[in-house]
């Protein structure tokens, strides 16, 4: 059954903020033309001569904040504008007032946003606003002030540039955990690959977060509760990992991201894996080499595995899609840096070795296993 679309929350209380204003303004005996295409402001106020109700071209523009949260009794009412948005305000001769509202109990509150920020300059870097519950009411005892505030449109009122909001996306992923000690251990094993067939031998391959170097067996792991333990001839001595994730010795810093590259790639086996080259970590073919899609954006599904086949039916290589890996410390913070890429295999798990043909070429296939694009 399909699912009924509903209106957003959010967008009942902005309309009924913009409503807010506009019953105010009527009742002041002015006019409210609401704007289009909003881009940093809501609407404008005509101001009306009474008793004549002459309409006399001066102008106040109106930007409405509403919220569905009622003001607490006794607590100041408060809102933090964007840069983007203040800029937009700020710069240039049209009059710009700021109601915050909520719609709900009827209190709505309005300040000049120049005159704010030009009398209260210490709330500028802030973007931050304190409303007077007295004093800055949008009621009646607005008038005197929106007169005095207000434009004539001949002034050639105009405002800022529109505001631009950019959204930036990160390749850098913040370390937030990792564990408390690094395990030493004197080594059984005489290299890096004679360690690797001894686990694969005690079926523990998956075991990553360790490493052979010098005669020593380093781990995430305690030797004496895994069988990380089979590597080891002796009891491991535990050190602090901030002893290494702190250190400025170039060599410790190596085989400290080399945990850290063992530890993630743990974690995602056996959904990733890496090759040979021990660098990209690509997403696992299922055993029939069916294409296997994942979830994206506005409810889209994305191929992250696909199997390319001959004429015949053979298999000419599976596509995976990847990403390089490296880990970073920038001050007291280490991240991991990711970037997008491809990884070819001839059965879903090797890395292809054969040239890429012509046709593999249009399909988008380059002569070798291709980096970032």
């Known amino acids: ?11 009942q209380i902005e309309r009924q903020g913009i409503a807010l204003i506009a019953t105010r303004v009527a009742n002041l005996g002015h006019l409210w033309n609401e704007t289009q295409n909003d881009v940093g402001i809501d609407g404008s106020i005509e101001l009306v001569e009474a008793p004549a109700g002459v309409a006399t071209n001066r102008l106040i523009l109106v930007q409405s904040k509403a919220t569905g949260v009622a003001f607490a009794p006794g607590a100041p009412v408060t809102y933090v504008c964007r840069e983007e948005d203040l800029r937009y305000w700020l710069h240039g001769n049209a009059p710009v007032i700021l109601v915050r509202s909520h719609p709900a109990s009827g209190e709505a509150y309005w300040v000049s946003i120049k005159d704010y920020f030009a009398e209260n300059p210490d709330q500028r870097a802030a973007r931050r606003i304190i409303f007077d519950r007295k004093k800055n009411r949008f009621d009646e005892s ?35 955990r990792v564990p408390d000690v690094v395990y030493v251990a004197p080594a059984a094993v005489k290299s890096q690959p004679k360690a690797r067939k001894v686990l694969r031998e005690a079926r523990a391959a998956s075991l990553r977060a360790w490493m052979f170097s010098g005669g020593s067996i380093y781990s995430f792991h305690d030797p004496q509760t895994t069988d990380i333990g089979l590597l080891c001839s002796g009891p491991p001595d535990p050190i602090g990992t901030d002893e290494w994730s702190e250190s400025d010795d170039r060599e410790v810093l190596r085989q400290y991201v080399q945990l850290l590259n063992g530890a993630l790639e743990e974690q995602l ?8 080259d021990p660098t990209p970590l690509f997403l696992t073919a299922p055993d029939d080499l069916s294409p296997f899609e994942l979830p994206g954006l506005g409810g889209m599904t994305r191929t992250v595995v696909k199997a390319y086949r001959k004429d015949d039916g053979s298999l000419r290589y599976v596509r995976h899609l990847a990403l390089e890996r490296r880990f970073r410390r920038f001050g007291d913070n280490w991240y991991l840096e990711i970037v997008p890429t491809y990884f070819y295999s001839s059965d879903g798990r090797g890395l292809l070795r054969r040239p890429a043909s012509s046709s593999d070429q249009e399909e988008g296939t380059p002569q070798r296993r291709p980096t970032a694009r």
């Open 1 to 11: 059954m399909p699912r009924p679309k509903r209106a957003p929350r959010t967008k």
């Open 142 to 176: 607005a008038e005197q002030r929106l007169w005095t505030l207000a434009r004539p449109r001949y002034d050639g009122l105009h405002l800022g540039p529109p505001p631009v909001r950019e959204t930036l996306v990160s390749n850098l992923l913040s370390v937030v």
């Open 269 to 276: 086996w056996p959904a990733a894996r890496r090759g040979k």
